[in-house]
């Protein structure tokens, strides 16, 4: 079965046998793991057609066989032309953003982002030059005032994190596309099959693989689909030259093996979410559920138009003030510790359920006041729902809240 035939398939045979074919791997069923630095030819004229025609192999960090099959299933899934990994989602981010950019240009970014990546807008790209304007990507007329003749790159996370901001690609893509500047959307938070930037218009997709694609907590990995005009300079200026951030071959073949699984995983993961964001959004001592599934989430319509039915695995919520007397950033301190089913840690997209809290733990580098500008309040719970029950989900839930 070629790539081709899969445009007949539906998801779930394509994320199990795209780009993979047995009789390129000595009949192997699993794609061989290639852990070599480098690759031998019989002449130098042999070395110089592969740099040439840039088919073929020469330094793992330029290219190899095992991320090459990676490559090109999650261009397949995400309907790109081309995709590079990396060694990790902030690698796939600085890569990009690093490739993409230049002294003197412009970026207008999401509010509410990953700590990292807003640390990177805020404090790095800033060394270079390069200005970032943060802002409520919900918000069109917002997203207009935002621009000058010098922006370059609008910037999204769909949904973002912690706070699950829903941003209407297809109008964003619009106005990137106005104004000749690239569109990136972070889709880590809903990967294929739930959301396909790519095909509402978007230029770039970039994705942390720990998450979701690979979904068993056991890899550092980062991608960038889009043309392959623009994967080519992202793979050669940003991944080979200015970062150096190939993924390793071992952790490719890891996500291979846990892509397997991705659709059966999502939709678990996304049925249950919403089964415990229901339950969540009438306790007393909840404030608000920020989850796009429910119909009294604000963004709940266009999510409902661009995310297929399926609304991802995470959600956050905010505590109330003064529970039993508490602060709500006392109150969730709490209320993790009384937890006995997720598991108090960064991260998402795991089996198992992974619960945090933004204001102490991923967002603590972002100041307060930018923080709360974003809406990540100190009260806010950040919760990657797993695989288990969630029928035991919600009842470890009723037992902590009981014990605030």
């Not at 809903?190 to 997709?205: D, H, R, T």
């Not at 909840?286 to 399926?310: C, I, R, T, W």
Request: net charge negative; aromatic share 6%.
């Amino acid at each position: 079965m070629n790539d081709h035939d899969l445009d007949n398939y539906g998801f779930a045979t394509r994320v199990i046998h795209a780009a993979q074919d047995p009789k390129e791997g000595q009949g192997a069923l699993a794609t061989p793991i290639y852990l070599s630095s480098t690759f031998c030819f019989d002449d130098i004229a042999g070395y110089i057609k592969v740099k040439t025609e840039n088919e073929g192999y020469t330094y793992t960090r330029s290219g190899n066989p095992t991320n090459r099959v990676l490559e090109k299933k999650l261009a397949v899934l995400e309907c790109g032309e081309d995709c590079v990994v990396t060694a990790s989602g902030m690698g796939a981010i600085g890569s990009t953003l690093l490739s993409c950019l230049k002294c003197g240009d412009h970026v207008v970014c999401g509010k509410a982002v990953y700590g990292p990546t807003a640390a990177l807008m805020r404090e790095t790209l800033p060394d270079f030059g390069i200005e970032t304007t943060f802002v409520d990507s919900s918000d069109v007329t917002a997203v207009w005032s935002a621009l000058t003749p010098k922006t370059k790159i609008l910037y999204f996370e769909v949904p973002s994190n912690p706070n699950l901001l829903i941003t209407d690609i297809t109008e964003m893509s619009g106005i990137a596309h106005e104004i000749g500047a690239l569109l990136i959307i972070d889709n880590t938070f809903a990967p294929p099959p739930i959301q396909y930037p790519l095909k509402l218009g978007a230029n770039i997709v970039v994705h942390s693989l720990t998450k979701y694609i690979n979904g068993h907590g056991d890899v550092l990995g980062g991608a960038v689909i889009g043309s392959k005009e623009i994967i080519d300079t992202i793979k050669t200026k940003g991944v080979m030259r200015s970062c150096g951030t190939p993924l390793s071959p071992m952790n490719s073949y890891l996500v291979l093996r846990g892509m397997k699984t991705l659709d059966l995983r999502i939709r678990r993961h996304c049925d249950s979410a919403l089964q415990i964001a229901r339950y969540l959004e009438f306790h007393p001592y909840v404030q608000k559920v920020f989850y796009p599934g429910l119909e009294s989430f604000e963004g709940h319509d266009v999510a409902k138009k661009q995310m297929n039915g399926l609304y991802s695995g995470i959600m956050a919520f905010d505590l109330n003030e003064n529970i039993k007397g508490l602060t709500a950033l006392e109150a969730g301190q709490k209320l993790l510790k009384c937890l006995k089913i997720p598991k108090i840690a960064v991260s998402l997209g795991d089996p198992d359920s992974l619960i945090e809290q933004p204001a102490a733990m991923t967002h603590r580098t972002v100041p307060k006041q930018d923080r709360e500008a974003a809406g990540i309040s100190d009260g806010l719970i950040r919760f990657s729902v797993g695989l288990e029950d969630p029928q035991d989900i919600i009842h470890d839930f009723e037992q902590a809240m009981a014990l605030l």
